[in-house]
Every structure is written in structure tokens, then in C-alpha cells.
């Protein structure tokens, strides 16, 4: 009797048995992909800053701000903002507790 060795699942095909629900799958996916867009345009701008010793820098730095701009709309789309909250150098102040 021959044994057939198990066959090896994808990415796609785990989510498809493990979740049920088409949008579930979508929305699992779609955090998939936006926290692989958050790491890669990190990771970009982190190599911007960083000199690594194998690595030749130009003199000139790059220009970052279109990674930096789909770094900050990526970042959003979790809720989470770069800003410190401050517009025009006005200062707010936070509501207290209350206690």
C-alpha cells in the first residue's frame, strides 16, 4: 500500500478553510496586504537614514515623499496617525479627566 505524502498548502488555501465567510477573507487579506505596504515603505524610508557599511550613498539624499505619503495613507488605514496634532503651531490643550 502506498501512502501519498500530504500535499502542501498555500497561503490562500489556509485562509479558505480556516475562515468561511467571503468578506472575512477579503478583510484578512486586505490587513495582509496594507501591513505589507506599511512594512515595505518603512523599511524604504528606514534606508534613507541609515548607512549601512557594504552600501554607497550618493552625496545627494533621495527624495522620500511619495513613499513617505503612501507610508502615512497606509498607516491610516489601520487608524493610526505620524502627526503630532498640531496645525499652524496652534497648541491644544487635552480634556482633563475627570475625576
Same mark, same amino acid.
Given at each position: 500500500?502506498?501512502? !501519498?505524502? =500530504?500535499? %502542501? !498548502?498555500?497561503? +490562500?488555501? %489556509?485562509?479558505?478553510?480556516? $475562515? *468561511? @465567510?467571503?468578506?472575512?477573507?477579503?478583510? #484578512?487579506?486586505?490587513?495582509? $496586504?496594507?501591513?505589507?505596504? #506599511? /512594512?515595505?515603505?518603512? +523599511?524604504? /524610508?528606514t534606508l534613507?537614514? $541609515?548607512?549601512? =557599511?557594504? #552600501?554607497? %550613498?550618493?552625496?545627494?539624499?533621495? @527624495? /522620500?515623499?511619495? #513613499?513617505?505619503? /503612501? +507610508?502615512?495613507?497606509?498607516l491610516a488605514?489601520?487608524?493610526?496617525?505620524? &502627526?503630532?496634532?498640531k496645525k499652524? &503651531? *496652534? %497648541?491644544?490643550?487635552?480634556?482633563? =479627566?475627570?475625576?
Amino acid at each position: 500500500m502506498e501512502t !501519498k505524502p =500530504p500535499e %502542501k !498548502k498555500g497561503i +490562500f488555501t %489556509k485562509l479558505k478553510e480556516n $475562515v *468561511d @465567510d467571503h468578506d472575512e477573507q477579503m478583510a #484578512v487579506l486586505g490587513a495582509a $496586504v496594507r501591513l505589507g505596504v #506599511v /512594512i515595505w515603505s518603512g +523599511f524604504i /524610508i528606514t534606508l534613507n537614514y $541609515v548607512e549601512l =557599511p557594504m #552600501v554607497k %550613498k550618493s552625496s545627494a539624499s533621495a @527624495d /522620500i515623499t511619495f #513613499v513617505a505619503s /503612501i +507610508f502615512t495613507g497606509a498607516l491610516a488605514t489601520f487608524g493610526l496617525s505620524t &502627526g503630532n496634532g498640531k496645525k499652524n &503651531g *496652534d %497648541k491644544k490643550e487635552l480634556p482633563k =479627566p475627570k475625576e
